[in-house]
């Protein structure tokens, strides 16, 4: 009951304090989008992006005012997730950032700062990765992606596995996420063709009825993932890939550990603690598998 659909820009933005873009993550279509809110907007108003992969900084050179530009990613679908990455680009004013995690937490949402405008931002900095590592896991190890996704939640202590998360996400997602990131950073993931030949292929997860598995009808179906399964192998890789992306963004001062953590929880659903787990299953195994 709060919201009033408008097809009129104009009209729309004329009481905004603040207007958060949200059209696809097609880089003309939001310069579009922008050009038309410069000529429109008062030079008081905040913009905010909820891109999950565009950087903050690059999008804010749209706009007139890159000072009052934010990336503001919330976590879908909004109405149930909690959680909301606030990214400043390099040119935002603090105040901004200030403002805007006030905002997010009065909506009973919780606000993580990432404080440098990274490739992936938080959460996609671990997640994504994780979905190529598992890729040539299976390549590597020989098994099977049920092996892998059984392994993943019951011996990480994921909600789903892998492969599972990676269609109820959306591999159109998932594939434009892997695109932008390894343009901009090449060390932050090895992309592996498969994602590339399921977006081509049209077959984008459970929104489309095929994606890594085949779903029937409506309804989300869950994968049949068991602790036999699980039982069969350990996914050192995943996780050091994982806990190495997450070392990464607190070594360079991305983020607070604490931040990252509520991230990881409320963004992945993880069950503990990154670090915690990374501990857990042999950290001496690990780094090896990751050295290999």
């Excluded at 350990?234 to 360079?252: E, R």
Aim: proline residues 5%; charged residues 25%; hydrophobic residues 40%.
């Amino acid at each position: 009951n709060n919201i009033t659909p408008l097809v009129n820009l104009q009209t729309a933005i004329e009481k905004a304090d603040l207007i958060i873009e949200a059209v696809p993550e097609d880089y003309d279509l939001k310069k579009k989008v922008y050009q038309e809110l410069n000529s429109l907007a008062e030079k008081n108003i905040i913009f905010a992006s909820n891109t999950s992969t565009l950087p903050i900084t690059e999008l804010s050179k749209l706009t007139d005012r890159p000072d009052k530009f934010i990336g503001v990613h919330f976590f879908n679908p909004p109405q149930l997730m909690k959680l909301v990455e606030v990214i400043p680009g390099t040119r935002t004013d603090p105040k901004v950032t200030h403002e805007v995690t006030n905002y997010i937490n009065n909506i009973n949402k919780r606000p993580v700062v990432c404080n440098k405008d990274v490739s992936g931002f938080i959460v996609n900095r671990v997640f994504i990765p994780m979905v190529h590592e598992a890729l040539y896991s299976m390549d590597r190890d020989k098994v099977s992606m049920e092996v892998i996704d059984s392994s993943v939640k019951f011996n990480m202590g994921f909600p789903m596995g892998i492969f599972e998360l990676a269609d109820y996400t959306g591999l159109d997602v998932i594939h434009k996420a892997s695109y932008e990131m390894h343009l901009r950073d090449k060390t932050v993931l090895l992309p592996h063709s498969k994602i590339k030949e399921l977006f081509d292929n049209h077959d984008l997860g459970q929104k489309s009825g095929k994606g890594f598995y085949e779903y029937k009808g409506g309804n989300y179906e869950r994968i049949d993932l068991t602790p036999q399964r699980a039982s069969q192998y350990h996914p050192y890789s995943i996780l050091g890939v994982a806990a190495n992306n997450a070392a990464w963004l607190i070594d360079n001062q991305v983020c607070a550990i604490e931040d990252l953590n509520d991230a990881l929880k409320l963004g992945m659903g993880l069950k503990m603690d990154i670090f915690d787990l990374f501990k857990k299953n042999g950290p001496s195994d690990i780094i090896n598998k990751l050295l290999e």
